[in-house]
């Protein structure tokens, strides 16, 4: 039994490496095209379309100031902008100091809308509420501590008009704007940066499949009105959004120049329950989204699932177990120093257990590999601390992963157990 359970745990960390492979190769050459591809600006903008841009805050007064002048300062004609802020339920200033922006004389013509809302539904709720009021033919939505670059909004447009009839959404990258703070600001920095700079490239590339975030992205107004706006139950509404989009036949399409800055936990407990939300809100929409599967759906949705289960459910039982199978083992070896009659539960016949060690030391090389794969098309990311950093997230970091997945499978399978109504965190916000 134990054989059988080595050899299925080598054959996914296989399947997970050759996955990894394909994905890298769809980066590098997405940067290799983007290398040589002159970055065109519009000499005239007056043919974009209008644009509404949508910032959901809830108690955001440490940093929804900096956020709308970033909005207000976008390069963008000013008369194609509709700058709506939900100040959500806010027991803060945020309102106010909104309302000392929107006074101030740069800002008084400008198309700006503080909206103060009462209602339940988180940030769906909030978009859901802006949604009734936007103008625009399309709608931007940032966080209300993102700090878009200049010309992000531009971008997202751009790309937005090579194929209008098929981008049902366009999405940006974004970076961490805290990075440097302490070690865990810099751990998310590096995976920030290789979901950016490999994942969502590579799958591009190759698939012409994307996933929105939760910010820093564009949706055509028609679609997300026929979608019937967000799902105000999904706990990651831009995972839920995505599948909606791909079930739609419209794809979702990278715009890589278009950049913001958001902020990123910097305590433990913090991130914990972000990712912890995150994890159980993909689980849901996998699940939800299962029997796409078993119809004559898109293949793009079919191979979304797939992605998702076997990040999510395969690959992570794979490493646990596998992960088990050598502290075990190496925790037996050190007692056999002592005690040579004690022997592991787990005994393997002939080179089995070398094969695991082999293939896992292959993973772990292809895991850095990536890392740095995106460091070095990021600039100033591909340095000695990052390189040293990302050889040790893996026993660190990385492991994280598994506590936040097992967390979130045991409270999702609890609260269908026990009929209990999930809830929004919303992420702690720092000076």
Known sequence: MADVLLILCMVSIWIAVFQSIIIMTGAIRFVWRQSITPLTMPADMEGFPTVTVIVPAHNEELVITATARHVLHLNYPEHKIQFIVVADNCTDNTAGRLKALKAQPMYRHRDFFIMERKGTGGKSGALNDALEHAAGEWICIFDADAAPEKNSLLFLVQKAMEEPELYGAVFGRNKARNRG???????????????????????????????????????????????????????????????????????????????AYQQEPEQLSVYMKQRERWAKG??????????????????????????????????????????????????????????????????????????????????????????????????????????????????????????????????????????????????????
């Open 282 to 431: 993909n689980y849901q929409v996998v699940l939800d989204n299962f029997h796409h599967l078993f119809k004559p759906s898109s293949w793009r949705i079919k191979l979304h699932i797939l992605y998702y289960m076997a990040s999510y459910f395969w690959f992570l039982v794979t490493i646990v177990i596998s992960d088990l199978i050598i502290v075990v083992n190496i925790a037996y070896w050190l007692i056999a120093l002592f005690k040579p009659e004690l022997l592991s539960p787990f005994q393997f016949e002939g080179d089995v257990y070398i094969y695991l060690i082999i293939a896992w030391g292959l993973m772990y090389y292809l895991y850095v590999l990536q890392i740095n794969l995106a460091l070095a098309s990021d600039i100033g990311q591909s340095n000695v601390r990052n390189f040293v950093l990302s050889c040790i997230t893996y026993f660190t970091y990385a492991q994280l992963f598994l506590v936040i997945s097992l967390r979130a499978s045991y409270n999702m399978i609890m609260d269908k157990i026990m009929h209990r109504e999930s809830k929004w965190y919303k992420t702690q916000r720092f000076d």
């Open 181 to 259: 703070q302490n070690f865990l600001s810099r751990c998310i920095n590096l995976e920030l940066v290789t979901m950016q700079r490999v994942l969502h490239t590579g799958m591009w590339e190759l698939f012409k499949l994307g996933t929105i975030p939760g910010t820093n992205f564009i949706i055509k107004t028609p679609l997300i009105k026929e979608i019937g706006g967000w799902d105000e139950q999904a706990l990651t509404e831009d995972t839920a959004i995505s599948f909606e989009i791909l079930s739609r036949g419209q794809l979702i399409a990278l715009a890589p120049q278009a950049e």
